[in-house]
Structure formats: C-alpha cells, structure tokens
C-alpha cells in the first residue's frame, strides 16, 4: 500500500518541510508517502472565496487516482487516538487499495471534496496551520505503522 499526501498550499517552511522529510523518510519502507501540493484557490479583494474554495476542490478531485480510498482531514471529521489510527491503516492495508489524505486551504473542503472522501478526520479541536497538519500527519502515519510492528517508538 502507498499513501498520498494531497494538500492545497506550496512552500512549506524550512522547519516543516524538514519534519516532514525525516518522517517520510521513516515511512519509506512501511507505508511510503507522497506529497502532492497544490496551488491555493485565488483570494483577495475583489475576490469570490466560494469561487477559491471549488478551485481548490476541483484540483483536490483531478490529483486522485480512481480507485483510491480518501480521507479528508476536516475538522468535523471523526478523531481517533494513535491506537485507533493504527487499526484504521491494518483495516486499510487489508483493503489492498492506496490510500489518499486530503488537505484543504484555508477556508477547507470543497462540498464536492467530502462526499468523495471515504472517511474524514479530525486531528482534534484545535486550529492548526495548514503546513503544521502535513507534519503532524506524518509523525502519526509513523507512529502508527510502529505500533502495527511493535516497535517501541510509540510509548503510552
């Protein structure tokens, strides 16, 4: 199984792109990652966001693969735990398909986005930068493949 990393925004800080690197790095084996970024949707004054927001989407729809499974990172999607995200890629490895998590921009998901997703998460209640997410997604896509192989990485 590969997994996609599918974000709206470009040039990631040096700092996240770093992270980022180093867990992609980790997950080249297990659970290798690409990372497809996409040019934000044009906002500004005098500018339509609605029209920014399905620009974004439709570009979200064209980079998906047709038989892929998707699960948009929203913030009214579903959380789970370390643990929960660790079943969660065994059910998905099982599945045989690849697997594709989506990042919206800043005002998210296009509605055409999140009834394409087979699944949404949430990595909780609070507001993260969108380039914060793509680290945070990492470091738990790791932790998760260690535990499924019982390395002591994860120590709760």
Known sequence: MRARLIAVGER??????EGFAEYRKRLSHELPLELIELKPGIRGKGRDDARAIQDEGAAILAA??????????DGRGKTWSSEELAAQLAK???SGRDIAFLIGGPDGHAPEVL???DQSWSLG???LPHML??????????????L???????RA
């Open 115 to 117: 009834a394409r997703a």
């Open 125 to 127: 209640p609070l507001t």
């Open 64 to 73: 998906l693969p047709r038989d892929i499974h998707v699960v948009a990172l």
């Open 133 to 146: 997410v793509r680290l945070v997604l990492a470091e738990q896509l790791y932790r998760a493949t260690t």
């Open 12 to 17: 990631m800080p040096a700092w996240v792109a």
């Open 148 to 154: 499924l192989s019982g390395h002591p990485y994860h």
């Open 92 to 94: 998905w490895r099982m």
